[in-house]
């Protein structure tokens, strides 16, 4: 890849030639969906099935008609239906962490990954990015705490003042910047995980410290590029919502079906990309160049054949003849 090239557009470069890995985790998370949906539609089955109240829901959406369904006894407790969702949603996000090295190393790759060494990565990266995603869960939680109690005091503050226009300025300035922090945070980590697998650092601890820094002094240009991709998200899910409301009847159910799939299909991107942006930065930045020698040629001595000293020709000389 060429250094040359923005970090937005090298990243979103890495995952058009890869394809192949946001196909595979839509499939997997349909899969996962329609194996967690499979308790509630026993459960409201056993309602609607018997009750002309269906069709308030089969063509269209009555909220009323919903709760109803929900509060009549033969529907059941709903925790039988939410237990299954929670638990494969968990499974979904454990198989997240586990095909992301393969992700990240054929990102890094400058040829198609085989898939031996695809799955050889996430086996021996799986414990190092479980080990990473619980630091961040305990650095990130309580500081998501933090903010948000931050900003509520500030908001009672400027609701207390006599400022009309200070409340809302607070919230949104409030939310903004809450936005930025947990997006640093992020980029740290992000930046550790690919560290992790392409450099097959054992100790998650280093990669922390390796990134630390580089967020630091990049995080302007990392920051933008992931503003950037949450923006193409946004955008991706106003339209398909505009799209469901706008050409949707609320009766065509295949139609509602394919674009709500389509949409999410799409919001994988955003969320590749950001990876792809990392592994830019990791391979431009992060990664040591290799000292290469100047080649000095030699000079060509030709070989000095010594010719072979021949001995002298001594004459033999006759024997003197002995007299008689």
């Keep these: 890849m060429s250094n040359g090239k923005g970090l937005v557009s090298n990243g979103l470069g890495r995952v058009l030639r890869n394809k192949r890995y946001i196909v595979w985790l839509y499939l997997l998370n ?5 194996f967690g949906a499979v308790a509630f539609v026993n459960q409201a089955g056993t309602v609607l099935d018997h009750s002309l109240r269906a069709d308030r829901l089969l063509h269209g959406f009555d909220l009323a008609a ?12 709903t925790i039988a239906s939410r237990l299954p969702a929670m638990l494969f949603a968990l499974l979904f996000m454990f198989s997240t962490a586990l095909f992301l090295p393969g992700v990240l190393q054929g990102y890094a790759s400058t040829y198609r990954l085989p898939r031996e060494d695809f799955f050889r990565s996430c086996g021996r990266n799986l414990w190092r990015l479980i080990r990473l995603l619980l630091v961040a869960g305990i650095v990130m939680i309580p500081m998501t705490v933090a903010l948000f109690s931050l900003h509520g005091w500030l908001e009672k503050l ?8 200070l409340l809302p300025e607070v919230r949104l300035a409030g939310l903004v910047v809450i936005f930025l922090v947990m997006a640093a945070m992020r980029i740290w980590f992000d930046l550790a995980q690919v560290d992790v697998v392409l450099s097959d650092q054992r100790a998650v601890r280093k990669s922390l410290g390796a990134a630390f820094p580089h967020t630091g002094r990049n995080l302007g240009r990392l920051l933008g590029s992931y503003v950037i ?5 946004a955008i991706v899910l106003v339209a398909g919502l505009w799209a469901w409301v706008k050409f949707v009847p609320p009766a065509n159910v295949a139609g509602a079906f ?4 389509l949409t999410l299909l799409l919001l994988l991107i955003p969320r590749f990309w950001q990876r792809g942006i990392v592994v830019t930065y990791y391979l431009n930045n992060m990664v040591e160049p290799i000292a290469v020698q100047q080649f000095t040629p030699v000079a ?25």
């Design 300 to 324: 060509i001595v030709a070989p000095v054949v010594n010719e072979p000293v021949l001995a002298p020709v001594i004459p033999v000389t006759p024997p003197e003849a002995t007299g008689s």
């Design 30 to 34: 349909v899969l996962f969906a329609v």
């Design 229 to 233: 991709t949450t923006v193409v998200a």
């Design 66 to 77: 919903l709760v109803e369904m929900l509060m009549r006894p033969e529907f059941g407790p």
């Design 258 to 261: 394919f674009l709500s799939q």
């Design 158 to 165: 400027a609701a207390e003042s006599t400022n009309e226009l």
